[in-house]
Structures are given as structure tokens and as C-alpha cells.
């Protein structure tokens, strides 16, 4: 299976968050990222448990790098409950129930190893997971179920997790977003 189209397109914001255009994003990740909409989601299983997943080392954007269950870009004009549904199953090949949107102005700056910034006003997700997983190689290298106090003690770790987690993970807990 594989996720990564050329053509696909995301969408600019101006700094007060409106739409200002599209563009490609295999050109849209690099240096000087324009501001766009993304959105990231925390799958939970019938435990309780979160997914993490790692990033594949080929990806643009913080190759290797463990993470929250999965992220993406709506298209233009796709609503975000269905480009998160969209997502979950290319990129885990599930389908997602009690899909809610727990923070829905989280925006944030991150520059990777190799220089690569994201900069993204990203509304964050939280559902359940339906089904087994079936992740897609060329988006995820590895993935675990771990209860969320091992997630929210890796945020003192912050080179073990993506910047974005580091960030998202202690306002899900002041949103009471988890349980």
C-alpha cells in the first residue's frame, strides 16, 4: 500500500488562520514551510491504551521519529472528521469510532534534524480504534499500544517523541481529553 501521492494538495493559512490558497505538498515541507492545516489524532483500543507509532525513515519531515497515532492534511474543501477517517485508513488501514475534536486551535512550529520546519494550525483528534491494524510501511515503521502515563512520561523526554506530542499530550490532560 502506498499513501504518498505526488498531486496531492494541502491548505495555506494566513497567520490569523484563513485560507489563502493550496499548495502541493511534496513542495509545501522543507526550510521555509508556509503555514497550513493538518490535523493529528491519538487512537485508544478497548484497554485504554494509546498508539504511538514511528515514523518511516524516508519521510521528509521527522524521519524515524515516534509519535501520536497518526497525522495528515485535509484536502481543500474535505470536511476534517473525513480526511481523519480518510487517514486512519490509509495509514493504519482501520476504521475509527467516537471520532472528537479535543483541541481544535492547536498550532505549532517544529524545525527537525535536517531542517525540515513544520508549521501547521493542526486541530487534534481523539477516537477509538476499529479493528486490527494494518499500518502502511511506506508512512509507519513501527507502532505500539502503551498506557498513557508511559506517553505522558516520555514528554519529559522530548528527543523521544515528535515536538507536536511533546506539546499536545499535557493540554489533552488539562482538556480531560483522554478518558
Not at 494509546?50 to 495528515?72: I, Q
Request: charged residues 25%; aromatic residues 8%; glycine residues 6%.
Amino acid at each position: 500500500m502506498t499513501s504518498v501521492q505526488t498531486d496531492e494538495l494541502v491548505v495555506l493559512l494566513d497567520d490569523a488562520g484563513r485560507t489563502i490558497g493550496t499548495a502541493r505538498k511534496a513542495d509545501v515541507h522543507g526550510a521555509t514551510t508556509p503555514l497550513h492545516l493538518a490535523f493529528s489524532c491519538y487512537l485508544f483500543d478497548d484497554e485504554g491504551r494509546v498508539l504511538l507509532t514511528r515514523r518511516a525513515l524516508h519521510k521528509k519531515a521527522f524521519p524515524g521519529v515516534w509519535t501520536n497515532s497518526f497525522c495528515g492534511h485535509p484536502a481543500p474543501d474535505e470536511p476534517m472528521e473525513e480526511a481523519v477517517i480518510r487517514r486512519a485508513r490509509t495509514e493504519l488501514g482501520v476504521d475509527v469510532t467516537e471520532l472528537r475534536c479535543v483541541l481544535p486551535d492547536f498550532r505549532y512550529r517544529a524545525v527537525d534534524a535536517g531542517g525540515v520546519v513544520e508549521n501547521e494550525v493542526c486541530p487534534v483528534f481523539r477516537a477509538r480504534v476499529d479493528g486490527a491494524l494494518d499500518a502502511d510501511p511506506e508512512e509507519i515503521m513501527d507502532s505500539a499500544w502503551v498506557p498513557w502515563e508511559q506517553l505522558r512520561a516520555a514528554t519529559a523526554l522530548p528527543w523521544a517523541i515528535s515536538p507536536w506530542a511533546v506539546e499536545q499530550v499535557p493540554l489533552l490532560d488539562a482538556a480531560n481529553a483522554v478518558r
